[in-house]
């Protein structure tokens, strides 16, 4: 009791200072302006506001923000980087060129044949090259494909280290050399085999309309283009 009472008797004490008294007042007229002017209603109605915020915040939506806060940090570090910021300017400077728009139309049309590249056209072009690779690996295509290739690497070889003088007395030496007449003969058989060749393959491959019969039609119209 006799504590109470001493914390009592200097309570009074140091309220009846007039200081404390000053500011006491001055505090009470404070109070009463704010009210009177209404910012006292929009503070209450503030700090309710923000309770109902934090009441609100469930451990899942804290987690959902924290997650988010980190991305940003993430991708805000990424665009920091140096080469990420070269990589910006490449694409300004392309966009500037027009050359951004041009990637861009060309990426929409690999899109477009993509998707318009049915199952049945797949199919058709690996059908396609897989005809086209058995043909280039027949043995007999082989050879003259490792022929011609030895004649043309023999020839530039020849050219490289002693190139023939051009001239008509030389052209016309040239001509009866044995080895270049059989060579004007071998192309000369091979330009007439050429044709028959060509059109029995073509005529063999048409279906409903007959080889033979186009073949002889081809041939009784040697100047129509086969139309």
């Given amino acids: 009791m006799e504590t109470d009472r001493n914390t009592s008797e200097a309570l009074v004490e140091k309220l009846s200072n007039p200081a404390t008294v000053n500011a006491l007042n001055s505090l009470v007229d ?9 910012v006292m209603e929009s503070f209450f109605q503030t700090m309710q506001a923000v309770t ?10 804290v987690g959902k923000n924290a997650a988010m806060a980190g991305e940003l940090m993430t991708i805000a570090n990424e665009a920091a ?9 490449e694409i300004k400077k392309m966009q500037k060129s027009g050359n951004l728009k041009t990637l861009s139309e060309a990426s929409d049309m690999i899109a477009f044949l993509s998707n318009a590249a049915t199952d049945t056209m797949v199919q ?44 008509i007395k030389n052209l ?3 001509l009866f ?15 007439k085999n050429m044709h028959k060749c060509m059109i029995q393959t073509y005529s063999g491959s048409t279906n409903g309309n007959g080889g033979k019969n186009r073949e002889n039609w081809y041939f009784n119209h040697p100047d129509s283009t086969g139309k």
Avoid: W
């Fill in 30 to 38: 404070r109070l009463t302006e704010l009210h009177e002017t209404g």
């Fill in 52 to 61: 109902f915020m934090k009441d609100g915040l469930t451990d899942t939506m």
């Fill in 81 to 89: 980087d140096p080469e990420m910021v070269e990589a910006v300017r």
């Fill in 124 to 167: 058709r072009m690996a059908s396609f090259v897989a005809d086209f690779v058995e043909e280039v690996s027949a043995p007999h295509i082989t050879d003259i494909l490792r022929s011609s290739t030895n004649c043309i690497s023999q020839t530039i070889q020849q050219f490289a280290n002693d190139p023939p003088k051009p001239g």
């Fill in 172 to 174: 016309v030496s040239t």
């Fill in 177 to 191: 050399d044995p080895e270049v007449q059989m060579g004007m003969l071998f192309m000369a058989t091979m330009a």
